[in-house]
């Protein structure tokens, strides 16, 4: 499967982006979707996982500001974020969750000025 993330991008503090992932292959396939992200020099964390059974969730750093939804007729995936901080910025990585390892598209930067 390839991912292609986008909308990434400049924005102010509380200000808002929707990140978009297109999976080339069906979504319902896959256990499990979700975003990460990577601050400059720091490790790659996770943000948020929606699964093929319906069920989503949020790291506590991003909960009731970031939302992620997926449409499974065009094979997308959402992360929808609100209240955007300065400690938001980085790239942040769609990926398709398999049984043993996960699937990696590229990044797309997020910058948050304060």
């Known amino acids: 499967v390839q991912l292609q993330a986008s909308g990434g991008g400049w924005v102010q503090a509380g200000g808002s982006l929707r990140l978009s992932c297109l999976a080339s292959?069906?979504?319902?396939?896959?256990?499990?979707m979700g975003w990460y992200r990577q601050a400059q020099g720091l490790q790659r964390e996770w943000v948020a996982t929606t699964l093929r059974a319906g069920a989503s969730n949020v790291a506590d750093s991003v909960k009731g500001r970031f939302t992620i939804s997926r449409d499974n007729t065009k094979n997308m995936v959402y992360l929808q974020m609100n209240n955007l901080k300065p400690e938001d910025t980085a790239a942040y990585y769609c990926?398709?969750?398999?049984?043993?390892?996960?699937?990696w598209g590229q990044g797309t930067l997020v910058t948050v000025s304060s």
């Open positions: 990926t398709a969750i398999k049984r043993t390892y996960n699937v």
């Open positions: 292959e069906d979504i319902l396939s896959f256990p499990g």
